[in-house]
């Protein structure tokens, strides 16, 4: 214990160094949260083990010997973390203890550099950067050379404030451009160029990188008559400091988590990098009851975004039969948290996959969400290997009824081809009651297995006449008459889902929910589907020839059409009951992007909208986009239509074309 403890001392030490010294980071954010909470467990643990030069006591780093060195007279502090939602309702719950209601401000985390500016007589005097929290770096000279920084504000007063010194995406993307052609080492991100711009002892080094500036902190408001942070930074604003419009006052914990999704949804839109959201309390007074800790003030919290990329351990590789027989390797990793979830399984897709990335099992590997929704490992991280990593073999019988694996003519995957196999058909059932199909509530994965090996739901039908166990279901561990009740409840509302839900459903290969909505819309019954020929679902936009084999051979199968007809029978609405499409030409055929904060509509509003008038949305700009919809703070997306002069609309713009 005392021998990892001061491992983790170590570490972190030598992470806060390069990151905040050298500008050099050699480990992940997510690796460095990690160890940093690893170790304040073992101190909350173990009190006793406590150093005084413990990361945990201090803030920041260390002093560059080129700069001269500034002591603030309001301490520096960081900000304390919190990475999920069950931890930022754990933060509002200790402020309620206390006896206050709070209401929050909530601002953009900018991922750059922290600075202090000082002004005498309305004049800028100094300039500082954190440091270690009380004596930082004296980087006048360099700040002065920043546009978004004035030298004189519009009152003749002495005050300080704080702020993020940072540089936008497409500057970064201008100074790599020019290092490249020069034949000289890559910027590696936003934050890290801001950082070693701003230390450069040539001022007209950092004048070239065209830095800018937000300032979000006064740390003395009462000085000057200020009762709350929103009063702090509209007086900043009004003395004319670059205060970022993102900043919002909300009510309530609710109010809070709906901020911190819609600029979760908008971050890569935004002209500059963001890593999460700051939440403080507004009320001065209040922040004054919750105090400080030695390191963090009580009164605020950094929401971190997940990280997009994390670093984990590939432990094995396992393989599973899905409900067409595919045959699919998975990797089992040591559990890592990514965007808000725990992830231990990722999806390996096939033996191809695997060997082109030679992926071993011992591996480190990078590990991201595809479509911020599917854990996907990315690489594997090579210099780390220690040489005890084992190979990847593809296997030659299922897993589950052993019989041989093949491949289908022209594809990479394996499938097990018994139709008889147990585990194809419960994927299918487990497929048939998920959310996006049916939508069965509380059936999961292992009861519906459960359900299987017990007799109860061999196929489709069979979901809808487990009335007739009822009293079998009462016999079983876990099994109440009220979660039977709901159980039942919830089977039998699933029977008024609209048809592209019963589409999806019924699991026809390579028919996923957007496929199923446009056959739903497009057909209204299934039995005007089932009626279609080839050359007419290949008419359809978005269809082409693999999926319409797919539709005719599936129900050219008389099992297929025995369950078809069965969950008719059993009163399975077959009918689109959505919205229908009405063709509007300024829509129609056409493709749209959305981008920045929009204030009337949500995303998906516009998104639905856009489908049932005939359109269809993209998330990237190219030369077949019809027209870009922009709300406040577009991004690079908005660039790029500029660039390639496509029509852009503001939500009025969109409104009137409806």
């Not at 413990?54 to 803030?59: D, G, K």
Request: net charge negative; charged share 30%; aromatic share 8%.
């Amino acid at each position: 214990m005392l021998e990892r403890y001061e491992e983790l001392i170590k570490i972190i030490n030598e992470a806060d160094y390069n990151y905040h010294t050298l500008d050099k980071p050699t480990i992940t954010d997510q690796e460095y949260d990690s160890l940093l909470r690893e170790l304040f467990n073992l101190e909350a643990e173990h009190p006793e083990l406590r150093r005084s030069d413990s990361p945990t006591q201090r803030a920041g780093g260390k002093i560059l010997e080129g700069f001269g060195k500034v002591t603030h007279k309001i301490p520096m502090l960081s900000l304390s973390n919190v990475f999920n939602e069950s931890e930022i309702v754990n933060f509002d719950s200790r402020i309620k203890k206390e006896g206050i209601d709070p209401k929050y401000v909530c601002e953009l985390k900018i991922d750059g550099l922290s600075v202090s500016l000082q002004y005498e007589n309305g004049k800028l005097v100094k300039a500082a950067t954190r440091g270690d929290g009380v004596t930082g770096e004296d980087i006048t000279e360099n700040v002065k050379t920043i546009k978004t920084v004035p030298l004189t504000i519009k009152e003749p007063i002495d005050i300080e404030v704080r702020g993020e010194i940072y540089m936008s995406k497409k500057v970064l993307e201008e100074i790599n451009e020019k290092r490249k052609e020069n034949g000289l080492e890559l910027l590696q991100n936003a934050r890290n160029a801001a950082a070693g711009s701003i230390r450069q002892l040539d001022s007209k080094v950092a004048a070239s990188r065209k830095l800018e500036c937000w300032i979000y902190h006064l740390p003395n408001p009462e000085d000057y008559g200020i009762s709350t942070h929103m009063e702090a930074l509209n007086y900043m604003k009004h003395l004319g400091f670059r205060v970022n419009p993102n900043n919002k006052l909300v009510n309530n914990i609710d109010e809070l988590l709906q901020y911190i999704e819609e600029k979760g949804s908008l971050r890569d839109d935004l002209p500059y990098d963001i890593d999460g959201v700051v939440i403080k309390l507004n009320s001065l007074p209040d922040q004054k009851i919750m105090g400080y800790t030695a390191k963090y003030p009580r009164w605020a919290t950094a929401y971190k975004f997940p990280a997009k990329q994390v670093l984990t351990k590939l432990v094995d590789i396992i393989f599973t039969v899905g409900r067409t027989g595919q045959i699919t390797p998975n990797a089992v990793l040591e559990p890592v948290i990514i965007q808000g979830s725990t992830i231990r399984r990722a999806t390996l897709h096939n033996e191809d996959y695997v060997v082109s990335k030679d992926l071993r099992i011992g591996d480190t590997v990078s590990i991201r969400k595809a479509a911020e929704v599917i854990p996907e490992v990315v690489e594997a991280i090579k210099e780390r290997r220690t040489g005890d990593e084992k190979p990847f073999e593809m296997i030659k019988f299922c897993p589950i009824c052993h019989s041989p694996l093949m491949k289908k003519e022209g594809q990479v995957d394996y499938y097990c081809f018994n139709q008889g196999c147990d585990r194809r058909h419960i994927e299918g059932l487990i497929h048939f009651a998920s959310r996006k199909a049916m939508n069965i509530d509380g059936l999961g994965d292992q009861i519906i297995e459960d359900f299987y090996n017990l007799g109860f739901i061999k196929r489709f039908t069979d979901f809808y006449k487990l009335y007739e166990h009822k009293k079998d279901l009462t016999e079983l561990e876990g099994y109440g008459d009220k979660s039977i009740n709901n159980l039942l409840n919830a089977i039998e509302e699933s029977k008024n889902n609209s048809l592209e839900r019963l589409i999806f459903a019924l699991g026809i290969p390579n028919v996923g929910e957007k496929t199923a909505k446009i056959l739903a819309m497009r057909y209204e019954t299934l039995d005007n589907l089932i009626n279609a020929d080839i050359e007419e679902l290949t008419s359809i936009p978005d269809i082409g020839g693999i999926i319409a084999k797919s539709i005719k051979d599936y129900f050219s199968l008389s099992f297929n059409m025995e369950q078809v007809n069965g969950l008719k029978d059993l009163g399975v609405n077959t009918t689109y009951t959505g919205e229908k499409v009405v063709v509007n030409e300024n829509f129609s055929g056409k493709t749209f992007v959305i981008t920045g904060t929009l204030v009337k509509y949500t995303r998906t509003e516009i998104e639905d909208k856009i489908a049932l008038l005939g359109g269809k949305t993209s998330s990237s700009v190219s030369k077949k986009t019809s027209a870009v919809i922009v709300g406040e703070n577009p991004g690079s997306k908005y660039d790029k239509a500029k660039e390639l002069g496509i029509p852009i609309w503001s939500e009025e713009d969109f409104e009137n074309n409806l």
